[in-house]
């Protein structure tokens, strides 16, 4: 990290599991620590950290990652740094009915388009002209992956983090192209 570096930190999915019962994650003290400190370290250096909430997992698991989105944008106030509530604006988007209630079939239409599923492989495939080799179609049938997004999630994501930087002050900004 150099001074002008620009620093995005996206963490909280692998956080939010309870420590005391996986033996993996933080509590939300430490993850808000953690944070902090990524922050001051990246500012002594002269770089700038940009503090973006996590994708939703297409799950009912929203509430554990909504809270590490309000620690995120706690930290983001008490250090000064652009908070960007990607889970807020993806959840409304992906997860949630029109009514802001969660929706299993809103989140199921979500997880067949923009994760690592069967359907969304097989639509790839179909619109790309590319085949998936025989182990990624195992992993696939087998252990639906409710966290990583397909090519046409991470586009989503990354044009949604785009529009919510346009929204800011942050210097970043300057670098966006419509």
Same mark, same amino acid.
């Given at each position: 990290?150099?001074?002008?570096?620009?620093?995005?930190?996206?963490?909280?999915? /692998?956080?939010?599991? /309870?420590?005391?019962?996986?033996?993996?994650?933080?509590?939300?003290?430490?993850?808000?620590? /953690?944070?902090?400190?990524?922050?001051?370290?990246?500012?002594?250096?002269?770089?700038?950290?940009?503090?973006?909430?996590?994708?939703?997992?297409?799950?009912?698991?929203?509430?554990?990652?909504?809270?590490?989105?309000?620690?995120?944008?706690?930290?983001?106030?008490?250090?000064?740094?652009? @908070?960007?509530?990607?889970?807020?604006?993806?959840?409304?988007?992906?997860?949630?009915?029109?009514?802001?209630?969660?929706?299993?079939?809103?989140?199921?239409?979500? @997880?067949?388009?923009?994760?690592?599923?069967?359907?969304?492989?097989?639509?790839?495939?179909?619109?790309?002209?590319?085949?998936?080799?025989?182990?990624?179609?195992?992993?696939?049938?087998?252990?639906?992956?409710?966290?990583?997004?397909?090519?046409?999630?991470?586009?989503?994501?990354?044009?949604?983090?785009?529009?919510?930087?346009?929204?800011?002050?942050?210097?970043?900004?300057?670098?966006?192209?419509?």
């Amino acid at each position: 990290v150099a001074p002008g570096d620009f620093v995005m930190i996206n963490f909280g999915l /692998n956080d939010f599991y /309870n420590i005391s019962e996986t033996g993996k994650g933080t509590t939300i003290e430490q993850y808000k620590d /953690n944070l902090t400190l990524f922050c001051t370290t990246i500012m002594e250096k002269g770089a700038t950290p940009i503090l973006i909430s996590t994708i939703p997992e297409c799950k009912e698991n929203y509430k554990s990652l909504q809270a590490r989105a309000v620690a995120m944008s706690e930290v983001a106030a008490s250090v000064g740094v652009t @908070f960007l509530d990607l889970n807020t604006t993806l959840n409304a988007e992906w997860i949630f009915d029109s009514e802001g209630n969660y929706s299993a079939d809103k989140t199921l239409e979500t @997880f067949n388009y923009y994760y690592l599923s069967e359907p969304a492989f097989k639509r790839l495939e179909q619109e790309w002209g590319k085949t998936v080799t025989d182990a990624k179609w195992e992993y696939i049938q087998t252990t639906p992956d409710r966290t990583h997004p397909n090519e046409d999630g991470a586009e989503c994501i990354a044009a949604t983090i785009a529009k919510l930087l346009s929204e800011t002050n942050n210097p970043l900004t300057k670098y966006l192209v419509d």
